[in-house]
Structure formats: structure tokens, C-alpha cells
């Protein structure tokens, strides 16, 4: 379905010809992902009538409108990470905001930093470092969006001492389905980025859950987020060669992974660590995935799975624990209630990481969040995850508890690459106010009887979470998962519905992987 | 059937207040809001009661104003905007729940007051991120669903805190249970899950966040989850006077940042002389006289793990920060310890209500600003004040870091005589004139109340818009305490 011709100029005389394309090749790059090679076969989605490149929120507000007119939906884009960006229909135009790439404002010491969309991680993260600050970044790696309103979850390895985005937002500058644009809290009264909520009842209760609506509510087009502080130097020199980099990191700053005996004692020595607020990192990175962290190659990866796995998985569970400080006081402090903690609940610290240089280079990894790719898709395998929803720390840990459990027979009947059982993801937030936990398995694509087994264990764990209470996935997206999980949940799908139908009459902000409202 | 006979069918004879006085009380309150006369009291006693209560609002359109505190109020938000409005005194739904330590979280009904949560909180070694001296009588689900300050911005995370999440009877008449608590699984399913009801967030919306800062224009709210803290196992309080605002701020800002304070906030000598002050004679002037314009309070804690290690090496650190920011932290200020204060905060106000003593009520006008406007603000309301002939130096000022100190609650404390009419008529004035001049410098309300509400939204109409959908779906009928922000 051709874009109308009317609508393409208009659209056109806004950002300019260079900045709009049509073109089949332009339109397939965008349409290339690869993770859903996995479940069709066929890596390109479903192409957009139109990719435009809108440089300011007042493009993107007349783009919106004129979308409205023409009645032409739209589905923005910042960093991408997964098929859920692109379109779920036909007649969609995609705005891509990688022209909105500045970081507005980093207020040192009113603690935020103020991001267009298109704006990364790692370079808000170098900005802040030079200021003595750090921000929180997704797991998924330092290349996304430094947007708190983009990623799905938005929680990532520091989340413990730096939290996680849905309660790191401030203002926010939204262009709303119908074209206004909503300014939140003091933004909305022209004093500044510094609250996101209010006059009144705060609309950061509609923009977004523990989810974000996936370009599905109009287009955020700048927000400030908080930051938080940093005991590293400004300027980190690293030795090396990608992705080998070694970084010169003072010895206050160090880590340890820590494998307990049991489940249970995994648990205490979370709420141990959270509450005694000694971890700038208390990351639950299991060996599968450390395995990968620190090789250069898959090969080198599963050669040194091997070797940690006789002192990781088959001794219990395990998780990495970043210590930061300010004086050797501090660090000598933290480090010793930590061997306290490790000691009352039995764990050990893996050798490999009391290395000095492993141990730097892992710390940079973690603080940089610069390998979440590496840890789950470098063997080219289908990486799946379920769970995911977060409260306290110890569902989090049941989280992870009943996604090995289900996930084990696939692996002794060799469905599933055998990643150790236990490859869930999770953090601590906020020292141990709370907790999240996401379960990931690897799978063959192109082995039917691998792929199968993880589409029956998504199936399985979907369900387990329906039935023993483990909250709503992070994988249940559109409205089927919703439709699934809604009459289990208040009917908040129902809820949802109204307020997309209310802030987007014409149905103009395309929300397949979002809720859509039926006519 | 009467109004008064149907709602006595959902909540029994006793439950309906028709009495004059009890009805007379509610139609005012401490603020300049205009008395209206509510036609019942009702009191339900549970979840159930107050669904049937709102499904019977709808059919019989009538207002529904929810209160929780105990008297006196102050903002007008209790008081109803219309004719003919039912006021739901939730005052008797008032069981603690849960407490949960190791999760450290309290499940309460909205009639649990500071008072009866603190003692119980502290047997399990808990206690709430306090506000400044609330009222004994004062609902802890009222004040969070105010979005009233803490004490201990670095437990602030974000603005929410620290409500969880919430059971909810909408406008609608639905009930909704926001955040965690939605499900899957019922509370106890969740419970035995490992569920805490912490997090606020459901999947796709954050509710609660909608019916914080409502005033009761959403729905009434059965229970809420509080998040708590942990009692210290030593408590070093520090006190530093100064004349200069900008250097108390750097203190804070490293405070906070390398979260070395639990409790923080800076108080005038006219507030904190009026704290620490009963109604004898003389006592607060002469306090008032001896401290110094500007005191910030705080509090460096040790715990579980070496408690003495912790806060020695975090008072090093206070050294060299106070240094650099050319103050100096003591334990005792004007023959105040700071020891001292740190019991009175940690604890409601004493009876009387510590703004009530000094002149009988006290109006407050309150914003959220960055460290660098604060001063321009101070500034500012001086001026109005001076104008509107109301005495500066009687003025009482509350500075509290919030979120992590992106942002400060700040708060003037104007008291004055109920019984003086020509005072009460200056202050109304004053409060219209500075609110406007506030948000001119750099404040934003974001908790408007009363007469500040016109000017609020007038200034940001696509937020009164959206608002106005929102509440739209969740109260079709607007019975949820109509004409209260932009309703």
C-alpha cells in the first residue's frame, strides 16, 4: 500500500527531501531484524510505506498531525533493539529520531542529565564521567537509547545503586498521538526538567508501566532522567585491542563473583547486600554469560564455560558483586562486610575474578554494560527470555528458580543449549528495595526439535506465571499476551485501551506491539 | 428512600453521621477555601462497604469527598467544592495489615495514622521515611498519596516513594489493585510467591501514580503499600548554622549524593524555634533570637555491619566536604543538641500540632524548586510578604532535598490568628500575589490546592487536557470530589 501521494509531499516539505525515503532498499534495511529469523524463518518484517528522519520536536508534532489528516500511521524509532520496533500492519511510516541526538542538559548538581531520543548510553555515560556521575544503563548494552521511555524494561548491571528507568524520569517532552505536545511536571509549567510529575495527579502514570508502550503512544521526543554518582576517575584509559580493551581502573574499585550453595542462601546474601548498601553493582550475571563477558570468541567462551563451571554451576548460584568508593576507608569497609555477608551465607569467590586484570576488565564491561549482545547473542543461537517482571527481591529469585526448573528437561534431552540451567539475568534495585530476574534460554533455528522446545518453554513459563503468581512477562507484548494476562490482572488491558483510545482518536500511533483499540 | 436511609443500608445507622457539628466541622478547614456544607458523614469499615458507597454515588450522582486524617486539615482539599457532597471518612479502616521486614514494607488501610504505624513499625526494627512533624492523627496513606516530603532524600528515589502500591476503588466504582498487587494470583498467592506488593508499576501503566496528588478525584484508596527503612543501629546527627543558603546546599548536594545522610532538610530559626518550643511565654522569641538564620539538620547512621566503622569513615568524609564548603558541622546549636532534634523528627509533632502553638493556625505555601532558584524564591516571598504587610521575620521556611536531590520541597510557614480577620484576609491575599511571583522565579507546584489551582494549569493547559481525559475514563460521572484541581 503506497503512501498517499498528498500526504508524502506534506510530509516531505517538512523534513526535506534528503530526509524521507520511499526507496525499496532503504525500506528493507529498516524491515532487517534479526532475531525474527528465529521464529518465521525470514529475517525482514514487514516494510514501512516511508522512512522519515524528523531534527526537532517540531517536526516530529507536524509529522504527527499530518498523519492525523491523512489518517497515515506512525511508529518511531530511536536505537532499535528487536523486531517489536518495527511495523505490526500495513500503511505505517516509520520516524526514525537519529537526528535527535543531543544531550540537552546535564545539571551536575541537581543530578540529571536532559537526552533527546537518539542520544546513547555510553556517550551520556562519558559525559557524565567527567562530571563524577554515571547513569543507569540497560542491560541490553550501552549503544541504546539514553531515553528512559524506550527500552522495554530498562533495567541494567548497576540498577542496584543507579535504579532503573521507569523511576529514573524527570520531564518529559511528548508528542501525544493527536499532535500537542505534553510537557511533564515542571517542564509543563516552564521552570525546568527537574520533576515529571504533576500539577496534580502525575501523567508519568499513563506514558508508561514497567514496560514501555514500544512506540505505541505517540513519540517521546526529549527527557531528563537522574544520574548518579560515580567513584571512578573522569577519564578511564583502557590498553588493548577491541574487544580485549583493559582498563586503568583505581583499586577502589573492585569485584567479586560470589557463588552461594543454595538458592536460599543466594537470596539472604541478596537482601544482606542490599540492605548494607555496600554494592555500586549486584548483578546476577550467571557463568554462562560471565563466560562470554570475558572471551574474545565463542569458542573461547564455551572453553571457559567449562573450566568455571565445575566452581560455579555445580557448586550453586552465583552473582557479581561491584564495590566503588570514595576513600581506601570506604572500599576497605564495604570489602570486609562483604566477606562478612559471603561468609554467614556460605558463598565463595570464584578465583578467575580475583585476578586483576579479569577482574578490571569486568568491572568495565559491567559499569559500560558494553557486552549484553556478547553474553547472549554471540553464538548465533535464538535467545529467548522470560519472566522479567520485578517487586521484591526474593520473587525475583523465585523468578529465576522456576525458569531453571522448567527449562532443565530441555537441556538433559539436548532441545536446549546446556547454558548451565541457571541463566537468568536479574539485579537488585535500589539496594534491595526490590528486584529483577529474566530467564534466558538459547535455542537451534535451525533445528526444528531445539525450536520447538523453546516455543513450549515460553509456553510453560507463561503459564507458570499465571499460576503461581510470577507476575506478567516481559515477553507479553501486543494484544494477545495482553488479552492473556489482562483478566488476570484487574482487566488492565481494558484500562489501557480507554486511555489509548482517548489520547489517540484516529489510531494514528501504531501500537501492534503495544495495545491496539478495536473500531 | 432517602440518601441518608440508602447509604445506611450499605454501611448500618451508626456509620452515617448526620450530626451538626461533626458536619459543621468539615465544611472548613485551616485554609482560605470557600465552607461548604457536606450533607452526611459516612464511615465504611472495608473494601466492600466503600465500593457499594461509590456504585451509589454514580447512581445517585452524588459528590463523594474521601478523607482519612483526623482534624485539623489544611490544604481545602477535604472540604467539598459542590452542594450536597458525602464525605467518605475512611478513619475507621484503620488496620496495620502487614509488616513485612524482610522486605521492608508496611500493608495499611488508609485510617492508620503516623501515631499507631510508628511503634508497630519499630518492633520489627522499621521505620517510615518520616515527614516533618506530621499530626499524630495524620493518615500515612493521606500524606503519601499527597506526595508529602521525606526526610531521607536518599531513600527518595523517585516522587512516588514511599507508596507502593495501592487497592482502589476507581470513580467508576471498580475496584483495581494497582502495581504488583494487580496479580497474577490473588495477595496471598502472591505472598507465598515471595510478592511483596513493592513495585508500583503494572505492565503497560503506573496507576498509582494518577491517584497520587489527585485529592481524592480519582478514587478512594482500601489499602497501600509504604515502603520502609531499617533502623540504624547508631545515629550520629549533625547540626550547621549558617547566614548562607549556597553553602548549606553543597553540603547537601555531596550529602546526598555519596549517600552519607539519612535525614536531611534545612529549617529557619523561626520554624525550627516554633519545633522546639511549647507555648511559653517568651521561650520562642527568645530561640528564635539566639539561632542562626539557617539551620541544616542531618543525620550520618551505621547499621547491621560494623555500624562504628561506617560512620567513622562517613564522618571523615563529612570533614572534608564541610570543608570545602567552607562549614562546619556541629552537635549543638544555640544549646539545642542535635541528638535532640533527632527525636523530635523522628517521631509526629506533639500535641498541639507544632503549627498551631505559636498563633493558633498556620497557612502554608509550598513548591518544588532546584537548589539555585531557592534563594531567589526566599527572595521573592520576602518581598510579597513585606508588600502584603505580613512579618518576614515571623515567616517559617522548611527546605527538604527530595528524588535524590534533583529537586527541594519548599515550604513557607505563615501563622497566624484564625480569630484576626484582618490577618486572615492578608495572608488570602498574600497567597494569591506570591504563588504567581513563585512560579515567575522558578517554582513549580506540583501539588496544587485551593486558590493556587487557576494559575497552575493556566499555565500548563496540555497537562489540565490530558488530565481532564484521564479522569474522564476512571470517573465518568465526576463524583470523586468535583471541583478540585482542574475538575
Redesign the interface.
Known sequence: MALNRNAYKALEDIVGADNISEEPAVLDAYALHWGLKAFTGNPFGRRHEAVLLPGSTEDVQVIVKICNQYKVKFKALSTGWGSMNGPGGEGVIQLDLRRMNRIVEI?E????AVVEPYVINAQLQAELMKRGLTCNIISAGSNTSALPLTALMGSGPTSNST?YN???I?GVEWV?PNG???????L?????W??????????????????S?LGGLGVFTKAAT?V??WPGPEVVPVEGASPGYTPKLPDIISAHYITFPSWERFTEAG?KMG???IALACDKLPPWMLALNLTENAREGIRLFSEIRPQTVDKGISVLVVIGA??Q??FD?KE??LK??TSETGGEYLPLVEEPATRKKLIWHRVRATTGARETFRLMLSQGASFG??????????EAREGARLKQKYIEKGLLVDDGVDNAWGTLY?HG??GHMDELYLSDPTDPASKQAAFTLMEETTRA????????PQT?MGDRG?DL?GP???N??L??R??KK??DPNGVSESTN??TVPE | MGKKEELTEIVGSQQVIVNTHSIEKLSRDESFVCPTRPAFIVKPRNTGEVQLIVKWANKTLTPLVPISSGAPHFRGDSVPSVDGAVIVDLSEMNKIMRIDR????AMIEPGVTFGALCPELEKEGLRPNMTLLPRPRKSVVGSVLE?EPVLMPKYH????DPLACTEVIFGSGD???TG?A?????IE??W????????H???????????????G??GIITWATI?CE?IPNLEEPFMVGSQNLPSL?ELI?WLV???LADECLVLNNVSLAHILTRQRRGEYERLRDRLPPWILFFCISG????PE??V??QI??LTDLARRAGVKPVKEIAKVPAQTLLKIVQKPSEEPYWKLRAKGSCYDIFC??????IPELIQVMNIAAEEGDCPVADMGIYLQPI?????YHCEFNLFFNPANAAEVSRLRNLSQQAIKSL?DN???????YGTWVDV??E??A??A???K??K??LDPNNIMNPGK??F
Not at chain 1, 465 to 472: P, S, T
Open positions: 545539571n548538581k541537581a543530578m540529571y535504579s521507569n523511576r529514573n524527570l501525544l500537542e505536545i505534553l510537557r511533564t511536571g515542571s509543563g509549567s516552564g521552570v525546568g527537574f520533576c515529571g510529575d504533576g500539577p496534580g495527579p502525575s501523567l508519568r502514570g499513563i506514558m508508561r508501566g514497567y514496560k508502550p537522574k548518579y554518582h537482601y540492605e548494607s548498601e570514595d576513600s576507608r570506604e569497609y570486609k562486610v562478612r555477608i517482571s520485578c517487586d521484591s527481591w526474593e520473587f525475583a529469585v523465585n535500589e528495595h526490590m506465571c499465571m499460576e503461581k503468581a510470577l507476575g506478567c507479553v495482553h494476562f488476570r490482572m484487574n488492565y488491558h484500562w489501557v480507554k486511555f482517548a489520547l503495544y495495545i | 524482610k522486605n521492608r514494607v506526595r528515589w523517585d516522587i512516588i475496584l483495581y489493585r504488583a494487580s496479580g497474577p494470583g490473588t498467592e502472591q507465598k510467591s515471595g510478592e511483596a506488593q513493592k513495585s508499576a503494572e505492565p503497560m501503566a503506573d496507576w498509582c501514580r494518577i491517584l497520587q496528588g489527585a485529592q478525584t480519582m515502603r531499617l546546599f548536594h549524593r555519596l549517600r547499621y547491621e555491619y560494623y566503622e561506617k567513622s569513615y571523615e568524609k518544588l524548586a532546584t537548589y539555585d532558584r528524588v535524590q536531590g534533583t529537586s512560579m522558578g517554582a513549580f507546584f506540583s501539588r496544587p497552575v494549569y499555565r500548563d496540555e497537562t487536557s490530558v488530565l481525559k484521564i474522564a475514563i484541581l482542574c
